[in-house]
C-alpha cells in the first residue's frame, strides 16, 4: 500500500487555476467587496422591510398602491434618500455577486472580461437612470388636465 499526500485546497497544486490572482493586488479588494456584500445585506434587509411595510400595511395596503402614492412618497426627500439607497445597494450587492459568479465560472479571460464589461455598463445604466427617474419624478407634470393626483394645483 502506497501512500499518496493531498494537496491542501487552494494551494499551489499541479492544476493550474482558472485565472491567476495577484495576490498583493486581489486580496485587498476582495476583502472589501466580502465585507460590503455583508453589511449591504443586513442594510438591504433593512431597507426592504420598512419598504414593504409601508407599502402594504400601513394605510389601505396594495390597494393604495397608485401612481398618486408614489408620487405623495417622492414628494417627501426622506423616501426619496430610502428608494435611491435601497437601488443603489441592491444593484451594487447584485453586481458583486454577479461579479464573483463570472470570477468562477467563465474559464476564459476574454469571455470573463466580455462578460464583467456587460454587467457593469448594465448596472451603470440602471443605477443612472432610476437616479434620475427617482429625482426628477414631476407627479404635476404642466398642461396635464387628466387623472392628476390630488395635491396637484388645478390649472
Known sequence: MSSKVIDAPRSNSAETPKYKR???????????????MRVSGVVLVVLIFGHLFVNLMLGDGIHAIDFGFVAGKW????????????LWL??????????????????RNGTRMTLK??????????????????FTFDPCPAGAVIDLPSFCPVP
Not at 22 to 36: G, T
Not at 117 to 134: D, F, W
Request: aromatic content about 12%.
Open 117 to 134: 464589461t456587460v454587467l457593469y455598463i448594465a448596472s451603470a445604466v440602471i443605477i443612472v437612470l432610476g437616479t434620475l427617474v427617482i
Open 75 to 86: 414628494s417627501s426627500p426622506f423616501w426619496q434618500i430610502w428608494d435611491l439607497a435601497m
Open 22 to 36: 495577484n495576490k498583493s493586488s486581489h486580496s485587498s479588494f476582495e476583502m472589501v467587496a466580502w465585507l460590503f
Open 90 to 107: 441592491a444593484m451594487l450587492h447584485g453586481t458583486n455577486g454577479v461579479r464573483t459568479i463570472i470570477n468562477d465560472y467563465a474559464e
